[in-house]
Structures are given as C-alpha cells and as structure tokens.
C-alpha cells in the first residue's frame, strides 16, 4: 500500500500548524507557506506521474479494506485538480506576500490557506460520501475566517449570506448521505454505486440526486441559488477572493461530476436533463448579471457563475467528449479567473478602486498589466487560439453531436456576453482617459512592481501553456473522461474487484 495519497491532507496540515507555532514571526510563516506550496506541488506532479497511464491510486486507512474503512482514490480527474490545486498554492502565497496587509497575516491567513488547500484536496482524493462531507466542513470553516478576516462591515455582511447558504446545503447533503446509508448500509462511493446498479429503489435514489443536485449546486454557484457568491467573492482581498474563485466553487462542481458518474445511473435521461437545464440558466443568468455591474471585481465574482454553466453543460450531456470538454474548461477556468481575480487587485493596489467609472489609462501607466489582462480576458471569452477556444469548441461539437441545439445557441450567446463584459472593462479600466487624474495609491519601485506581477506573470504563461499544448492535455482529460463513463474501473481498484 502506497501512502502517497494521503501526502496531499498530510502536507498543508504540516504546514498549517508549523505556520501557527511560528505565528509571532511573519518571515518564517511566509517561508513556511511558500514551501508548504512548492510541496504540495512537487506531491501532485508525483501523484500525476503515477496515475497518468490510468491507474487509479488507492488507500485503505489504518489498513482497513473498502468499504469498511476510510478510503483515498485518486483517478485521472483527481490528479488534474490535485496539480491545478498545486499550482494555485504557490501563485497565490507568492502574491499574498506582497499583497496581504500585515494584520490579516498576523490573524492567521496563511495557516487558514493551507487548512483550506487541506479541505480541497481532502475532497478530491475521498472515496467516501460522509468525509466528503467532513472536507466540505473543513472548506466551509476555514473559509468563513478568511472571508470575514480584517473585520470589515462588507466583509462580513458578506461572510454571512456566504455562511448561511452553505449551511443549507451542508444540511441537503447530510440528509441525502442519511437516507443513502439507510438505505445501503455503506457511504463508499465505489460499494454504493455496485448497491444502486442492482436497481433496487429507484425512485429513492432519484429522490437523492435531486437533493445533490441542490447541495452542490449551492456550492458550486448553480441557478438559482447562486446569489450568495456576488455577495461575498468581491468583499476580501484580492488573493483570498482569488483563492474562492479558483477552488471552493469547483469543489462542488467536481463532486457534482463525480457523483453523477459514479454513483446514480438508475435514471440519467432526467437527471442529466435536469443538470442541462440547470447549466443553461447558470451561464444566462450569470453573464446578464454581470452586463449590468460597473465595478471590476463584481463583473469578475458574476461571471463565475456563467462560466461554472458551461462545465455544467458538459456534465449534462453526458458523452465522453462532452466530459473531455467539461475537464479542459474546469483547468482552464480555474488559471484565468484566478490571474483576473489577481489583475483586478493590483488594480485596486495601485488606484485604490475598481470601480470602472473612477478608472483608466491604465493601458499607458501599466502596460504590462494591461497585456496580462487582456490575455486573460479574451481567454475567458473564448477568443482563438487561447484556451478557452477549444474547451468551448469542444462543448459545443459535443451538443451538436446529441442535437442538443438549444444549449448550443445558449453558449454561443453567453460566449459573446462575455465577450462584452471583458471588453468593457478593458474600454473603462485600461482604455480610456481617466475622468481625472487618480495618483497611485500605493506607489512601488519597479523591482516591487515586477515581484507583485510575477504570480499573474506565472498563470499567464499557464494560460498560453494550456493553448499551445491543448494536445496532451486534451489527451490527458479524454483519459479521465474514459475513467468517469466507465466506472467500473474505479469500483475494481477500490473493492479489490469484490463485487
């Protein structure tokens, strides 16, 4: 038995607790942070390197066999977002060191990071509905305290709503885990999965998936209850909102994948329907909300919710390339709303506000930023040959495929939505004279400027990395689509082939 899937829980809670045992010291709990990062993912690239041929890692905790004890399964899927959790750790602790006011690291930022990569990574590696839930709690407490750290009234009217809606949905998933057990006597994905297929109760666990789908569709920003999210995300600073957008949403999007591929198969023509829908009205309703907003940072914190519709609607359609599609764009949305999460605090560092009437000229004063922005942008929007190109392409030959056309011209529509909100930041921020000369707030020598823009520097080249080599990592998420439409795979390594 390896112990290399546990590394990716063991490592952050290290770091996190030598960060608190250093915690009078901000240059050792910044040092402690950003090798804590580098470990994590140094960990993930050896996790990716043994799982890249299809082979699904597996450990029985305290060496108690599936579906006794606790189990640790990282896939293909799971390594993918272990390296992109990796690489977000280390952008995002580089640019807190520069970013971050020295009170909120002195209240603890950096081990609440690392205890939150800790809940993130924990929720992909388990292979056990109950510690999904557990990590989910992990997330939803360390998350609140970063949320609400610094003690400003819109930051904690925000943590608020964030909280109380998430507890909601930690309530829908915990009574859907009640029934499943009532019902299975097991909380093991891969044994549940193997008890459903024998097709008994179907109606129940119909009952379930709808409950799911709620929960999840809660956390991840899912219409209609999404409004939380633009409440809260623009409230804190730039790399705590960076670090939400990048990881907390897409936690619920991958369990809504893995349980959806895994678990219920009894009646997947209404259950993906009803993802489809859902997906579609997530990207409308999330891009004309952010039509309307005239401040950087409530665009971006919108426009989260549209972008989770379109790996939603890869979900819902439920093929193996639609799958592909769903896993490129997850990676690739993760890297750019993380960097314009990012662009959009160097902005407010240097002026003081995003709000757009109050900006511009930007593209003379920072020229470099306003390159890195635009990249980002148009990446986001779907513009050739950026990576958003061919996820987006890709999603919408799968629609085609399954005549599917209405969730096609939706996409299409939420495409060029997106388009013109990224445009109107770019007129009003970078673009435009400024209504009246607004002198740098927080003015810094050139060699601050270029450590404050390294980490967006960092996911830019990520981002033109995902465009030019589209090809193996289109070749790497059609493995891990293979992986989720036959799930078989999966329940063989984790109950030994015990069916």
Not at 168 to 193: C, D, K, V
Not at 423 to 449: C, H, R
Request: aromatic share 10%; proline share 5%; glycine share 10%.
């Amino acid at each position: 038995m390896t112990l290399l899937p546990v590394l990716p829980i063991i490592v952050p809670l290290a770091g996190a607790v030598l960060c608190m045992l250093t915690r009078k010291s901000l240059l050792l709990q910044k040092i402690i942070a950003m090798a804590t990062s580098f470990i994590i993912l140094l960990v993930s690239i050896l996790i990716m390197l043994e799982t890249k041929d299809g082979t699904i890692a597996v450990m029985s905790v305290g060496g108690w066999k599936a579906p006794f004890g606790i189990t640790l399964a990282i896939d293909m899927l799971s390594s993918m977002m272990l390296i992109l959790v990796g690489l977000l750790a280390v952008g995002i602790t580089a640019y807190s060191c520069q970013d971050l006011d020295e009170e909120r690291m002195r209240f603890g930022f950096f081990p609440l990071m690392l205890i939150l990569l800790m809940g993130v990574n924990g929720a992909f590696i388990t292979g056990d509905l109950f510690n999904l839930y557990v990590w989910f709690e992990v997330l939803l407490t360390a998350s609140f305290i970063l949320l609400a750290l610094g003690g400003e009234r819109p930051q904690l009217e925000g943590s608020i709503k964030y909280v109380t809606l998430n507890l909601l949905s930690s309530a829908l998933f915990l009574a859907g885990i009640g029934i499943f057990y009532g019902m299975a006597g097991t909380l093991n994905m891969a044994e549940l999965a193997h008890v459903i297929q024998q097709g008994e109760r179907g109606g129940l666990v119909t009952m379930v998936a709808v409950m799911f789908i709620m929960a999840f569709g809660i956390k991840c920003g899912m219409f209609p209850l999404y409004f939380w999210l633009p409440a809260s995300y623009p409230t804190p600073p730039a790399a705590v909102t960076a670090l939400f957008s990048g990881l907390l949403t897409k936690v619920g999007v991958y369990s809504l994948i893995r349980v959806f591929t895994l678990i219920f198969s009894t009646d997947p023509e209404f259950l993906h329907g009803l993802i489809l829908v859902g997906a579609s009205l997530t990207m409308l309703s999330g891009v004309l909300a952010a039509a309307c907003q005239y401040d950087m940072r409530k665009i971006l914190a919108v426009h989260i919710v549209s972008q989770i519709g379109y790996i939603l609607m890869g979900l819902g359609l439920f093929t193996r390339l639609a799958l592909t599609g769903a896993i490129v764009y997850l990676m690739h949305v993760i890297i750019v709303k993380t960097n314009l999460f990012l662009i959009a605090g160097a902005v407010k560092r240097i002026k003081g506000t995003t709000d757009l009437h109050k900006l511009g000229g930007l593209y003379k004063e920072r020229p470099g930023l306003s390159i890195l922005f635009i990249l980002s942008a148009m990446s986001l929007a779907g513009i050739p040959p950026l990576s958003g190109f061919f996820a987006k392409l890709t999603l919408i030959i799968s629609g085609l495929q399954v005549e599917s056309w209405w969730i096609v011209v939706t996409a299409l529509g939420v495409s060029l939505l997106t388009l013109y909100s990224m445009t109107k930041i770019w007129a009003y921020v970078f673009w435009k004279p400024a209504p009246e000369p607004l002198p740098d707030v927080n003015p810094m020598s050139q060699g601050q400027w270029m450590l404050f823009l390294l980490p967006i520097i960092g996911f830019s080249v990520i981002i033109v990395a995902i465009s030019v080599f589209a090809g193996p990592i289109f070749e790497f998420a059609d493995v891990a689509a293979g992986q989720l439409m036959n799930p078989q795979g999966y329940m063989d390594a984790v109950l030994g082939g015990r069916q």
